[in-house]
């Protein structure tokens, strides 16, 4: 369950930065490939960022995080390369 988590932490932190891309960079330079995109990479994002909550849910007291580090672990798909850092900080034994 650890490796799909760590899956899916990568993946998110993936589709945040896509679409963080998608709405700062291709909106101004191709308004059209923006509406184009903005639904798939959106869509993808949602997803993956509740799989991502809910995984970190189920597996919780089987990594034996503190309250502190499961409140990090579910702040870091608010922020940009938030999720990079949990699979690299509380990860690395998957």
Do not use: C, D
């Amino acid at each position: 369950m650890t490796k799909l988590f760590k899956f899916f932490a990568i993946a998110e932190g993936i589709s945040y930065l896509a679409l963080f891309f998608n709405m700062l960079v291709t909106k101004r330079l191709n308004p059209e490939l923006y509406k184009t995109l903005l639904f798939p990479i959106g869509m993808a994002h949602g997803l993956l960022f509740i799989s991502y909550v809910a995984l970190a849910f189920i597996i919780w007291k089987n990594q034996k995080w503190t309250n502190k580090e499961f409140a990090l672990v579910q702040l870091a798909p608010w922020l940009p390369f938030g999720t990079f850092y949990i699979e690299k900080k509380y990860l690395k034994n998957a």
